[in-house]
């Protein structure tokens, strides 16, 4: 069976049940995604096993997709700036502090960053602001709190 015919008959089913797996619509077609991105690159071996075979690849590497997702947001521990902006909202010198670090971020990773954490938004929320995708949000807040970690320590 083609890649192409095993997404059309295969790919919404698929994200039904990743979707179910994981709870959450946008880390199911993310798994999706990526599950046939790699039975492309593996498109040679694929495409000459059996049906059965190659649709059970297909949902056991989109559930571990699934699984490498949640557990990469389980190891993310945010950086507290929620509690400095809802603890310290009057005080003047941490807004100045706070802008001089975000201004320390290159726009791509300040933006989703501010979104997040200061208008409230989710990662699906500022993908579609941003017209990105809400895995390549949370990669950049991870980075954007990485660096902003580094320059807190004075690593930076």
Known sequence: MLIETAYREYGRAMVEAMSRFSGDEQTARDAVSQAFTKALVNKLWLEHIAEGAMKAWLY???????VDMKRREQRFRPFPI????????????????????????????????????FERMNSTEIGKELSLC??????????????????ALGRA
């Open 60 to 66: 056991a590497t989109a559930r571990n997709a699934v």
């Open 82 to 117: 929620e509690e400095l902006v809802e603890t310290h909202r009057s005080d003047d010198t941490d807004r100045l502090l706070t802008e001089d670090l975000m201004a320390k971020l290159p726009t791509n990773l300040r933006e989703p960053l501010r979104l997040k954490y």
């Open 134 to 151: 809400p895995a390549t949000v949370r990669t950049r807040i991870r980075t954007a709190l990485q660096i902003l970690r580094c320059i």
